[in-house]
T-cell receptor, first 111, second 115 residues
Framework: DAKTTQPPSMDCAEGRAANLPCNHSTISGNEYVYWYRQIHSQGPQYIIH???NNETNEMASLIITEDRKSSTLILPHATLRDTAVYYC????????????FGQGTTLQVKP | DTEVTQTPKHLVMGMTNKKSLKCEQHMGHRAMYWYKQKAKKPPELMFV???????INESVPSRFSPECPNSSLLNLHLHALQPEDSALYLCASSQPGDGGPGELFFGEGSRLTVL
């Protein structure tokens, strides 16, 4: 599975959009981009995934560049409860097991 | 029911003890996972079971012994652990194959302390 690069930390004001970048320049054609987050002392939580089109669900939006070498997770109106470590992961869809976490981005939402 | 339940939440054991961590899911998932997470580090994959068979062992020491007695249960048997094995142990499940987005559902973890 391809490696990802994320900034170690970011701040965001409450109520504003949080834009979390991820670089995955070695992504293969059959690899998807997945985002998970881990709130302190809890298990990781799935947020969203995509292949090449932009995706949106009730939690977030995922914007993938046309060359698929990078993506951005957008939390449209960040709240204090969105403070967490966010992991960007690329993996072959349905590839049982090989969900490998990188270092992630610690997002701090501030009042 | 979209929960993965792990017990116990906290466990303290000596280096000569034998203990087990348990994980249960009732989502009909046929893939189950154990991850280990040290403080301020990302989760590290340990084992994967697919259709109750061990499919991935990430070179985990034999003092950790996984078991999948049926499609809903996953155990991790612990024996002769070292203090450096103290960590949060996370269980997860997913539906393998073309049955959905393939996301993993994680439990809250079992925090293990080895004295």
């Amino acid at each position: 599975d391809a490696k990802t690069t994320q900034p170690p930390s970011m701040d965001c004001a409450e109520g504003r959009a949080a834009n979390l970048p991820c670089n995955h320049s070695t992504i293969s054609g059959n690899e998807y981009v997945y985002w998970y987050r881990q709130i302190h002392s809890q298990g990781p939580q799935y947020i969203i995934h995509g292949l090449k089109n932009n995706e949106t669900n009730e939690m977030a939006s995922l914007i993938i560049t046309e060359d698929r070498k990078s993506s951005t997770l957008i939390l449209p109106h960040a709240t204090l409860r969105d403070t967490a470590v966010y992991y960007c992961i690329v993996r072959v869809r349905f590839n049982t097991g090989k969900l490998i976490f990188g270092q992630g981005t610690t997002l701090q939402v501030k009042p | 029911d979209t929960e993965v339940t792990q017990t116990p939440k906290h466990l303290v054991m000596g280096m000569t003890n034998k203990k087990s961590l348990k994980c249960e899911q009732h989502m009909g998932h046929r893939a189950m996972y154990w991850y280990k997470q040290k403080a301020k580090k990302p989760p590290e994959l340990m084992f994967v079971y697919s259709y109750e068979k061990l499919s991935i062992n990430e070179s985990v020491p034999s003092r950790f012994s996984p078991e999948c007695p049926n499609s809903s249960l996953l155990n991790l048997h612990l024996h002769a652990l070292q203090p450096e094995d103290s960590a949060l142990y996370l269980c997860a499940s997913s539906q393998p194959g073309d049955g959905g987005p393939g996301e993993l559902f994680f439990g809250e973890g079992s925090r293990l302390t080895v004295l």
